[in-house]
């Protein structure tokens, strides 16, 4: 019995390695069957190291193979480069128009400024002074003053120009000094050296409270002969009273000379 069980063994084992050198002889008959004639094997290329480390090129499909696509001519741009290229033209035309607008409010600014700067400011002229000599000049002036010992006197001021060919003008303008007064126009009159003159003089109200004030009476002018002197006498006829003092006349004298 044993020795048929060994023989079975040896048997099965047999098959078994027969049908394993069977499947390996048909797996070596595929690997090395030709390719067919339409086909051509294509040997892997060996690649360097350095051609290994270096980025693997970027495929590109020629235009014909999208479809619909056809190639523009030669020497033209694809619409979709003109119309980038237009987009970044009017852009960049924007902005230089942008700048140039700047740059010429820039500078219209800094010619507004230079107009201000060649502007002249106007001056005013000083009045004209008299000249110190001959026609118009000034031959003498002077002042003088009332006392009445109470709040209300009479100033006269004068002056003396010369007006050619031995004549001389005497101008003369009075104002009243005081603190409150109530009067209405009342006469002037004016006596120097032979030569009198009475005028209007104006009417004045000042209110109580006021403290001292001065209000414009006369001015007047007469003509007398060049180097004429002597003393002016100026009465305003007041005819009234003032702080509990009669003052008919308010009268104010002093020297006058045309040399």
Same mark, same amino acid.
């Given at each position: ?21 069977? $499947?390996?002889?048909? $797996? ?26 270096? &980025? ?10 999208? &479809? ?33 607008? /700047?740059?010429n409010d820039y500078y219209d600014?800094?010619?507004? /400024? ?15 002074? &008299? ?33 050619? #060919? ?12 005081? /603190? ?11 006596? =120097? ?7 209007? #003089? ?15 009476? =006369?001015?007047?002018? =007469?003509?007398?002969?060049? #180097? ?13 009273s003032y702080s509990d003092v009669? $003052? ?12």
């Amino acid at each position: 019995m044993k020795m048929q069980r060994a023989a079975i063994l040896v048997l099965a084992l047999s098959l078994i390695v027969g049908a394993e050198a069977m $499947l390996m002889g048909h $797996l070596a008959g595929r690997e090395t069957t030709s390719l067919p004639s339409s086909q051509t094997a294509v040997a892997s290329p060996s690649v360097s190291p350095d051609e290994a480390a270096s &980025p693997a090129p970027i495929a590109t499909m020629p235009a014909t193979a999208i &479809p619909g696509y056809t190639s523009p001519p030669a020497g033209r741009k694809s619409s979709s480069s003109s119309s980038s290229s237009s987009s970044s033209s009017s852009s960049s035309s924007a902005s230089n128009d942008s700048n140039s607008s /700047y740059d010429n409010d820039y500078y219209d600014e800094n010619d507004y /400024y230079d107009d201000d700067d060649d502007y002249e400011t106007p001056v005013t002229a000083p009045p004209t002074e &008299p000249p110190s000599s001959g026609v118009g000049s000034i031959l003498s002036s002077d002042s003088f003053s009332s006392d009445t010992g109470v709040g209300l006197n009479l100033n006269v001021s004068w002056q003396a120009t010369d007006l050619g #060919g031995g004549r001389a003008r005497i101008t003369v303008s009075g104002s009243v000094s005081s /603190y409150s007064l109530a009067v209405m126009s009342l006469p002037v009159s004016i006596d =120097f050296a032979g030569y009198s003159t009475t005028v209007t #003089g104006n009417s004045i109200d000042v209110s109580s409270g006021s403290g001292m004030t001065s209000n414009s009476l =006369f001015s007047t002018s =007469f003509d007398v002969d060049a #180097g004429t002197e002597g003393d002016m006498i100026v009465t305003w006829t007041y005819g009234g009273s003032y702080s509990d003092v009669e $003052l008919p006349e308010v009268v104010a004298s002093g020297y006058v000379y045309t040399s």
